[in-house]
């Protein structure tokens, strides 16, 4: 008998009943693969020849449930847009289950648009080709960035139509993930008003996520503090890539700090602090310049959860969640500060740094210029390079510039290392290439009425590598034209 497809480790399962849904995903009528992210694969030590089987393929769509699977929808609740949703849960995804991978780090193999569950309300529960695709990208890009993210292990057609707000191909994507244990998930629990579960919630969480948290005197406390500082450095990263998730509702927040549900998010183009693609975002609230409030305003909606099981005494629980909260902002403006100075060439970081950065957002502000290649020009200016390594064919600083540009190089040469050096380091963390909005649309196009994916390949195989500047890769950095911007994107469920 051959060996099982997945090495299923499952741990959710061990938690009682009212966590989760047990139920298989919903077959569907010809499952295509479209992509398998062969390197993510071979992390978690899969069999990429078998996952392109038929036996794959079918495992993959949710038509066979293989061996060791234990498939479950997880319940949750969730602000959404500030307003409060006792009962959300996977409406449209199935765990099948975890494993281990080669670094021995647990994860979630979850298939997004199995099918309906208990907790699908309204919906049916697939998901359309667009959405599969835009996640895929975006989630990929962001990884390859080194932002914390959910992972995508494959997108498939399933051979259906779904309705819309027409006829729709639909998808599944096969999303890996640290865990989807989200902040909803403890709200859930906290709405119920029982410590019982919420304990074991939190004690499941310091097991897979922050185990040094064991060690302290308050371990719920010490869980706290970690989610904080590690979501007040995730969304840091989102910052200095210059993007936007649109939909940071409390169920769309990892206790993990991985960035997850790529609906309506993007990438900004021009750099404007008050940027808003989401269709359904019509006060802003989830603009750029708003994601590290709207964070802490997520985590004051955990600590909340948490005063339950904080401390017996609830004016202690309570004094205990706002110093925890009150960490956030520190912890960001170092994250941010340090990753600035990264990406202005600077080691050290000094008095004035700051200032330097924000100035420059405030000239790209004003010229309504480039964020990205604004930045990566900048470290084709570190030091003298060839032009084939250049985007200077697709970006320059105008004369606006110029005293600014003067006060950077004279603030490098104070700075320890060789201009060869501080290239080398600004090339790795300014990239050239990032899932912009047109190119995103342009191939999700493609694909959804064409049928033709080799642009979509193009596009994940270029961003795959986003800090090596290739000259003949120049139209997937290159902005929008005035006719390619994209001004709103959609959730699409
Ligand atoms: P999202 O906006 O994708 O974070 O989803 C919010 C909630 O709606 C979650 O509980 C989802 O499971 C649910 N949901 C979204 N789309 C669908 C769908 N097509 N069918 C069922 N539930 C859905
Ligand atoms: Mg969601």
Known sequence: MDAALFQFDNSYTLLPERFY?????????????????????????????????????????????????EPLAMAYAGFQFGSWVPQLGDGRAILLGELLDRDGVRCDLQLKGAGRTPFSRMGDGRAVLGPVLREYIVSE??????????RSLAALLTGEQIMRESHLPGAVLVRVAKSHVRVGTFQFFAAQGDPGPLRQLAEYVIDRHYPSSRAAHNSIEALLRAVVRQQARSVAS???????????????MLL????????PCAFMDAYRPDAVFSSIDHGGRYAYENQPGIAQWNLACLAQALVPILD?????????????????????????????GAKLGLVETHDGDVALGSDLLTLLNHEQDDFTLAFRRLADLAAPVTTEEQVVEIFDFSSAYGPWLE??????????????????????????FIPRNHLVEEVIQASVTKNEFGPFHALVDVLACPFSYRSECVRYAMPPRPDQRVFQTFCGT
């Open 238 to 252: 989102w910052q200095l890539v210059g993007f936007i998730h649109g939909v940071m509702n409390t169920d769309n």
């Open 312 to 340: 017996v005494d609830r004016a202690q629980a309570v004094s205990l969640a706002q110093s925890a909260i009150d960490e956030f902002q520190a912890v960001f403006r170092d994250a941010y500060g340090q990753g600035m």
């Open 256 to 263: 993990s700090g991985e960035t997850v549900d790529y609906g």
């Open 407 to 432: 006060r950077w190089k004279n603030r490098c040469a104070t700075d320890p290392r060789s201009t060869r050096e501080r290239q080398q380091s600004m090339y790795a963390v300014n990239p050239a």
């Open 141 to 150: 890009a962001m990884a390859a960035l080194g932002v914390p993210t959910t």
């Open 21 to 69: 849904a047990r139920l298989p995903p919903t077959p569907v009528a010809g499952p295509q693969l479209v992509r398998l992210n062969e390197p993510l694969a071979r992390h978690l030590g899969l069999d990429v020849e078998r996952l392109h089987s038929p036996e794959g393929i079918e495992t993959l769509a949710g038509n066979r449930v293989p061996d060791g699977a």
